[in-house]
């Protein structure tokens, strides 16, 4: 098996990178370099950028990395930002129409350990079709991240999707898994969710987190909150489910109310105590009501989005 030689696609989804994207991709060329030494991989291997509408010169430092290193760097760049997700999507399936055997995704700021992924390489060599990262600790993260992560991964696993926590989307995917990507049409892909259903075999192996050297975090408040929501609605139908068990619950709480007013009225004869009952029960159904409202809203987001059928992104130009 060990003189099996794959042709591996690096993919590097960048936004607003101009300060690491040089170094990171001479830095992965070395990688690249020593995995091909070892014989493992083709020499057409190679970089594949997906510059995510970044606003800086990130795209101008690609086109020079391109001219510096040929067909080695290939690459994309989106008309506006779309977001982490939907570069990491591009990336996959224009390897894909390039050409590759396997393909791994990694920062552009080199948080996740480049050296892990000749081990990859070599898990796939072995049979894995996916080969997933899980950093060993959360260090590097802000306290808010690392605790939101962790009640993320563990709502998700209560919802069904069971997701190792600690996963990040550093990982290798075989040729095969990208196939199977292609004929997923809906926008919303969440991939952790996506490369877990799919049930091909998966290989985990361990890394080090490191601190960004340079530029700061591309994500905020508001992307992890949107990105975590887009996890649950995209691949768990059991928050529907809860809001069929409160009908059920609720029902059943009615019910005995009905039998206690009913006892009250013509057994006990006691005149009812008014206000303080109903204005709490009126408040507390309220809220209910409203929170279960907003969990369709969710799900009726999702559709609105899945009928529209928009194509997931525009690319603007193309490097080949
Ligand atoms: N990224 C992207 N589009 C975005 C936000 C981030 O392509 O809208 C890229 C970013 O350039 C980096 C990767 O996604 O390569 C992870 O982002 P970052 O390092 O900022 O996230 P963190 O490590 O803080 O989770
Ligand atoms: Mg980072």
Same mark, same amino acid.
């Given at each position: 098996m060990s003189e099996q030689k794959s042709r591996l696609a690096i993919i590097i989804p960048c936004f607003n990178e101009e300060l690491v994207v040089k170094s990171t991709v001479e830095t992965l060329l070395g990688v690249l370099d020593g995995i091909i030494t070892k014989g493992k991989i083709t020499e057409d291997s190679y970089i594949y950028l997906v510059d %995510?509408? #970044?606003? %800086?010169s990130t795209w101008y430092i690609i086109e020079e990395l391109r001219n510096l290193y040929g067909e080695r760097i290939k690459g994309t760049k989106f008309i506006r930002n779309y977001g982490n997700q939907k570069a990491l999507i591009a990336g996959l399936l224009g390897v894909r129409e390039i050409g590759c055997d396997c393909a791994v995704s990694i920062d552009a700021d080199l948080q996740q350990d480049e050296n892990a992924i000749e081990v990859f390489v070599d898990e796939f060599h072995k049979g894995a079709d996916i080969v997933s990262g899980i950093r060993n600790d959360r260090k590097t993260d802000s306290f808010f991240k690392k605790y939101t992560a962790l009640c993320f991964y563990k709502l998700m696993n209560i919802l069904g999707v069971k997701i190792p926590p600690?996963? #990040? %989307?550093?990982r290798l995917v075989s040729r095969h898994a990208l196939d199977i990507l292609e004929q997923y049409r809906e926008e919303g892909l969440f991939l952790r969710g996506f490369f877990h259903e799919i049930g091909l075999k998966t290989a985990y192996v361990h890394f080090n987190v490191k601190p960004r050297a340079l530029g700061s975090s591309k994500y905020n408040f508001f992307s992890l909150t949107s990105l975590a929501l887009n996890g649950i609605t995209a691949f768990s139908i059991v928050p529907l489910r809860i809001i069929a068990a409160c009908g059920v619950i609720t029902m059943l709480g009615s019910f005995l109310l009905a039998f206690e007013v009913l006892l009250e009225k013509y057994v006990l004869h006691t005149t009812p105590s008014g206000w303080a009952t109903l204005v709490i029960l009126l408040a507390f159904f309220g809220g209910l009501q409203i929170f279960c409202l907003g969990i369709i809203g969710e799900y009726l987001g999702q559709i609105f989005n899945e009928v529209k059928g928009r194509p997931r992104y525009i690319k603007g130009i193309e490097l080949k």
């Open positions: %995510d509408g #970044s606003k %800086d600690n996963h #990040s %989307d550093f």
